[in-house]
Protein backbone atom coordinates (compact mmCIF):
# COMPACT_ATOMS: atom_id res chain seq x y z
CA UNK A 1 0.00 0.00 0.00
CA UNK A 2 0.95 3.42 0.39
CA UNK A 3 0.02 6.87 0.71
CA UNK A 4 -3.19 8.78 -0.59
CA UNK A 5 -1.88 12.29 -1.68
CA UNK A 6 -4.46 14.64 -1.02
CA UNK A 7 -3.54 17.71 -2.53
CA UNK A 8 -4.62 21.18 -3.25
CA UNK A 9 -4.18 24.98 -2.67
CA UNK A 10 -4.17 26.78 0.54
CA UNK A 11 -8.18 26.83 2.13
CA UNK A 12 -9.54 24.55 -0.58
CA UNK A 13 -10.88 22.27 2.34
CA UNK A 14 -7.75 19.17 2.55
CA UNK A 15 -7.60 18.82 6.52
CA UNK A 16 -11.34 18.79 6.87
CA UNK A 17 -11.94 16.03 4.19
CA UNK A 18 -8.88 14.24 5.42
CA UNK A 19 -10.57 13.98 8.75
CA UNK A 20 -13.74 12.54 6.93
CA UNK A 21 -11.88 10.22 4.45
CA UNK A 22 -9.78 9.05 7.70
CA UNK A 23 -13.27 8.32 9.64
CA UNK A 24 -14.60 6.08 6.46
CA UNK A 25 -11.90 4.11 5.33
CA UNK A 26 -10.36 3.95 8.71
CA UNK A 27 -6.58 4.87 8.12
CA UNK A 28 -4.99 7.54 9.50
CA UNK A 29 -4.48 11.12 8.13
CA UNK A 30 -1.69 13.82 8.58
CA UNK A 31 -0.84 16.94 7.57
CA UNK A 32 2.39 17.32 5.76
CA UNK A 33 3.01 20.99 7.54
CA UNK A 34 2.43 19.14 10.45
CA UNK A 35 4.63 16.45 9.82
CA UNK A 36 7.51 18.99 9.24
CA UNK A 37 6.58 21.16 12.03
CA UNK A 38 6.83 18.70 14.44
CA UNK A 39 10.55 18.21 13.32
CA UNK A 40 11.57 21.81 12.44
CA UNK A 41 9.41 23.52 14.66
CA UNK A 42 8.33 26.04 12.05
CA UNK A 43 4.89 27.15 12.71
CA UNK A 44 2.81 27.61 9.17
CA UNK A 45 -0.49 28.72 10.25
CA UNK A 46 -1.28 32.02 8.29
CA UNK A 47 2.33 32.22 7.80
CA UNK A 48 2.62 30.16 4.52
CA UNK A 49 6.40 31.33 4.11
CA UNK A 50 9.00 28.19 3.99
CA UNK A 51 12.26 28.77 5.69
CA UNK A 52 13.84 25.93 3.20
CA UNK A 53 11.96 23.90 0.83
CA UNK A 54 14.40 21.11 0.23
CA UNK A 55 15.49 20.46 3.50
CA UNK A 56 11.53 20.42 4.48
CA UNK A 57 10.80 17.48 1.98
CA UNK A 58 13.41 15.24 3.31
CA UNK A 59 12.10 15.71 6.67
CA UNK A 60 8.65 14.68 5.07
CA UNK A 61 9.55 11.82 3.32
CA UNK A 62 11.63 11.03 6.73
CA UNK A 63 8.40 11.06 8.16
CA UNK A 64 5.92 9.59 5.69
CA UNK A 65 8.07 6.41 5.63
CA UNK A 66 7.71 6.40 9.48
CA UNK A 67 4.18 5.95 9.79
CA UNK A 68 4.27 3.72 6.56
CA UNK A 69 6.29 1.69 8.86
CA UNK A 70 3.07 1.61 11.45
CA UNK A 71 -0.12 1.61 8.64
CA UNK A 72 0.13 -0.09 5.33
CA UNK A 73 -1.83 3.02 3.98
CA UNK A 74 -1.93 6.67 4.96
CA UNK A 75 -3.81 10.03 3.94
CA UNK A 76 -1.45 12.96 3.36
CA UNK A 77 -2.59 16.10 3.08
CA UNK A 78 -0.06 18.45 1.58
CA UNK A 79 0.82 20.73 -1.73
CA UNK A 80 2.36 20.57 -4.95
CA UNK A 81 2.76 24.30 -5.40
CA UNK A 82 3.61 26.81 -2.03
CA UNK A 83 3.46 30.57 -2.51
CA UNK A 84 7.14 32.26 -0.88
CA UNK A 85 7.14 35.42 0.76
CA UNK A 86 6.76 37.36 -2.11
CA UNK A 87 3.32 34.94 -2.62
CA UNK A 88 4.52 33.96 -6.42
CA UNK A 89 4.23 30.27 -6.75
CA UNK A 90 7.01 27.98 -6.24
CA UNK A 91 6.60 24.23 -7.16
CA UNK A 92 7.84 21.97 -4.73
CA UNK A 93 10.89 19.76 -5.69
CA UNK A 94 9.04 16.44 -8.03
CA UNK A 95 11.54 13.73 -5.86
CA UNK A 96 9.61 14.13 -2.82
CA UNK A 97 6.13 12.50 -4.56
CA UNK A 98 8.41 9.18 -5.47
CA UNK A 99 9.74 9.25 -1.65
CA UNK A 100 6.35 9.28 -0.01
CA UNK A 101 5.21 6.19 -1.68
CA UNK A 102 1.90 7.68 -3.82
CA UNK A 103 -0.35 5.38 -4.55
CA UNK A 104 -2.72 7.61 -4.86
CA UNK A 105 -3.79 11.60 -6.09
CA UNK A 106 -6.88 13.56 -5.24
CA UNK A 107 -6.55 16.69 -5.83
CA UNK A 108 -8.99 18.81 -4.39
CA UNK A 109 -10.33 22.84 -6.59
CA UNK A 110 -12.82 25.00 -5.79
CA UNK A 111 -14.09 28.71 -7.36
CA UNK A 112 -11.21 31.05 -6.56
CA UNK A 113 -13.31 33.39 -5.28
CA UNK A 114 -14.23 30.66 -2.45
CA UNK A 115 -10.89 29.78 -1.79
CA UNK A 116 -9.79 33.62 -1.27
CA UNK A 117 -13.12 33.90 1.28
CA UNK A 118 -12.11 30.36 3.16
CA UNK A 119 -8.53 31.81 3.45
CA UNK A 120 -9.19 35.65 4.42
CA UNK A 121 -11.78 34.24 7.13
CA UNK A 122 -9.03 31.47 8.68
CA UNK A 123 -5.83 32.90 8.17
CA UNK A 124 -7.05 36.95 8.67
CA UNK A 125 -4.96 37.63 6.01
CA UNK A 126 -5.36 39.38 2.63
CA UNK A 127 -4.55 37.20 -0.78
CA UNK A 128 -5.10 38.43 -4.31
CA UNK A 129 -7.32 36.48 -5.84
CA UNK A 130 -4.86 36.44 -9.11
CA UNK A 131 -2.32 34.69 -6.84
CA UNK A 132 -5.40 32.08 -5.71
CA UNK A 133 -6.04 31.61 -9.66
CA UNK A 134 -2.42 30.97 -10.78
CA UNK A 135 -2.04 28.55 -7.06
CA UNK A 136 -4.99 26.14 -8.64
CA UNK A 137 -3.63 26.55 -12.30
CA UNK A 138 -0.04 25.13 -11.33
CA UNK A 139 -1.61 22.97 -8.71
CA UNK A 140 -3.30 21.14 -11.30
CA UNK A 141 -0.33 20.91 -13.48
CA UNK A 142 2.00 19.55 -11.37
CA UNK A 143 -0.23 17.27 -10.31
CA UNK A 144 -0.76 15.97 -13.95
CA UNK A 145 3.00 15.70 -13.91
CA UNK A 146 3.61 13.93 -11.21
CA UNK A 147 0.75 11.53 -12.01
CA UNK A 148 2.48 10.69 -15.46
CA UNK A 149 5.80 10.70 -14.05
CA UNK A 150 5.23 8.28 -11.16
CA UNK A 151 2.29 6.45 -12.75
CA UNK A 152 -0.06 7.30 -9.87
CA UNK A 153 -4.01 7.59 -10.24
CA UNK A 154 -5.01 11.00 -10.40
CA UNK A 155 -8.55 11.88 -9.47
CA UNK A 156 -9.55 15.42 -9.83
CA UNK A 157 -12.56 16.69 -7.66
CA UNK A 158 -14.12 20.40 -7.38
CA UNK A 159 -15.27 20.84 -4.03
CA UNK A 160 -18.92 22.04 -3.43
CA UNK A 161 -18.93 22.99 0.49
CA UNK A 162 -22.24 21.23 1.01
CA UNK A 163 -22.00 18.45 2.66
CA UNK A 164 -21.69 15.82 -0.15
CA UNK A 165 -17.65 16.22 -1.29
CA UNK A 166 -17.10 13.17 1.21
CA UNK A 167 -19.58 10.85 -0.13
CA UNK A 168 -18.08 11.88 -3.89
CA UNK A 169 -14.56 11.70 -2.99
CA UNK A 170 -15.38 8.05 -1.18
CA UNK A 171 -15.96 6.80 -4.47
CA UNK A 172 -13.83 8.49 -6.41
CA UNK A 173 -10.87 6.73 -3.95
CA UNK A 174 -12.76 3.55 -4.44
CA UNK A 175 -12.39 3.02 -7.85
CA UNK A 176 -9.94 0.75 -9.29
CA UNK A 177 -8.55 1.77 -12.57
Known amino acids: M????VAGSYGV???T????????FAIPSFSASDLISNVNGEQYGANKVVKNKYANQDILAMEVRKKLKQ?????LAGHFCIFNKLNCVEELPSSIFEKILMERILLLEADPERILSNLT????????LKHIELLLRE???????????????LYIYKMAFDGSDLKKCCSLLNTED
Open 121 to 128: IRDKKKYE
Open 17 to 24: LCNGLSKK
Open 71 to 75: YSTIL
Open 2 to 5: GTIF
Open 139 to 153: ERRVAEVISDKYHCN
Open 13 to 15: GKS
